[in-house]
């Protein structure tokens, strides 16, 4: 059974959570009220996925992740933290490999980013590993002063300098200052450790704010249209899109949604032609979802997906035929099922237009219809 490590400093709250997750009875929780404590089960056997608070005692988090890129890069990260994430611009709220929890958060959204953490590896959409991208905003965060090695798999090694939470210097073959980070900040499949700042390395040559480095790598995930697909040779370089925090209005029986939703994923990905799959709320956030061997950009879609029903139900209230509830559209690419799921939720499935989308469409009634029940 997969490994779950969660670290926190605070004991009853760890506890609490294990509880909670264990009722799922999916994968094993184990728990560990500091970093140290945490580091010691790490090196004692392999964790499917490690959730840590970004303000864990004795070893701090940045060094717990350290030693997850080096030691196991495989394995997903949860960083989880109650200090806000201004940083991440609200379209952008969603991550990969290592995902960003704020606290409070639900036992579901903690299951859901842990479930998408599992199956990241197990569709091996987790080769892009840990990225710069996702990990310097934690720097910035703890305002952390130190000298960052950073190695990557395809581009080899790079080191950046940080006072204070500021990047204002970077090194890599040949480059320096802004050019250095600029290229360090868009690898991926990174392992990187940390040391104490040189004391000649003083002079800022880096002029642009960390964020704003970090926001040009984001903006290129935006690329590719919503019906656009790419071979799966190039998945390198357009992530997968993985689980957001659960933001709905309202409480959602997750026991029983969880597997009913799962049972029927697991169902519609043996059809033909499957593509992707995602839970999406009102306000474009993705909850959930699952891809095959093609990356689509899901984040499109779902941000345009209120709207699109908005459209469609003043069209059908002004023709009279009734409240609309499911959308197919149909394009040289794929064919993409969209269907309004209780309150305020929307599941979109997308197939190749080969695909047998009548029967994943005949199966996602059956699916909402058992849930409403």
């Not at 300098?161 to 050019?179: H, I, K, N, Q, T």
């Not at 002029?207 to 040779?233: H, R």
């Not at 697991?266 to 709320?281: E, S, T, W």
């Amino acid at each position: 059974m997969d490994k779950v490590l969660i670290v926190d400093g605070d004991a009853d709250f760890v506890k609490n959570l294990k509880a909670g997750l264990e009722k799922l009875q999916q994968f094993e929780v184990l728990i560990a009220v500091d970093g140290q404590e945490a580091l010691a089960c790490l090196k004692n056997g392999r964790i499917s996925v490690l959730v840590c608070d970004i303000q864990t005692p004795k070893i701090e988090c940045l060094e717990l992740l350290s030693f997850m890129t080096e030691k196991h890069p495989g394995s997903p990260c949860i960083v989880t933290t109650d200090m806000g994430k201004p940083w991440f611009r609200e379209e952008l709220s969603q991550q990969t490999f290592l995902y960003h929890l704020e606290k409070p958060f639900s036992i579901g959204a903690i299951a859901s980013a842990i479930f998408v953490g599992l199956n990241l590896r197990d569709e091996g959409l987790n080769r892009r590993g840990m990225t710069m991208a996702s990990l310097l905003p934690l720097v910035e965060l703890q305002q952390k002063t130190c000298r960052m090695r950073v190695a990557s798999a395809d581009a080899g090694k790079g080191y950046l300098y940080f006072d204070r939470g500021v990047l204002f210097d970077a090194f890599y073959s040949g480059m320096d200052g802004e050019e250095a980070a600029k290229e360090i900040s868009s690898w991926n499949r990174i392992g990187f450790k940390l040391s104490e700042l040189p004391r000649q390395r003083t002079r800022k040559r880096v002029k642009t704010n960390i964020m704003e480095i970090v926001d040009a790598s984001w903006q290129k995930e935006e690329a590719l249209a919503p019906g656009d697909v790419e071979p799966a040779d190039l998945r390198e370089n357009e992530p997968f899109i993985p689980l957001t925090e659960e933001v709905t209005p309202f409480e959602i029986d997750w026991e029983k949604s969880g597997r009913v939703l799962q049972d029927f994923l697991n169902r519609v990905k043996k059809m033909k032609g499957y593509l992707a799959f995602a839970l999406v709320d009102e306000e474009g956030k993705i909850l959930a979802a699952d891809q095959s061997e093609y990356v689509l950009n899901l984040r499109i879609m779902a941000r345009h997906m209120k709207p699109l029903f908005a459209d469609a139900r003043h069209t059908a209230d002004q023709i009279k035929i009734g409240r609309a509830s499911a959308l197919t559209l149909h394009c040289p690419s794929s064919t993409i099922l969209m269907q309004a799921y209780q309150m305020n939720l929307f599941i979109i499935i997308v197939c190749n237009p080969q695909g047998d989308w009548s029967e994943m469409k005949i199966r996602l009634d059956e699916m909402v219809q058992s849930l409403e029940d």
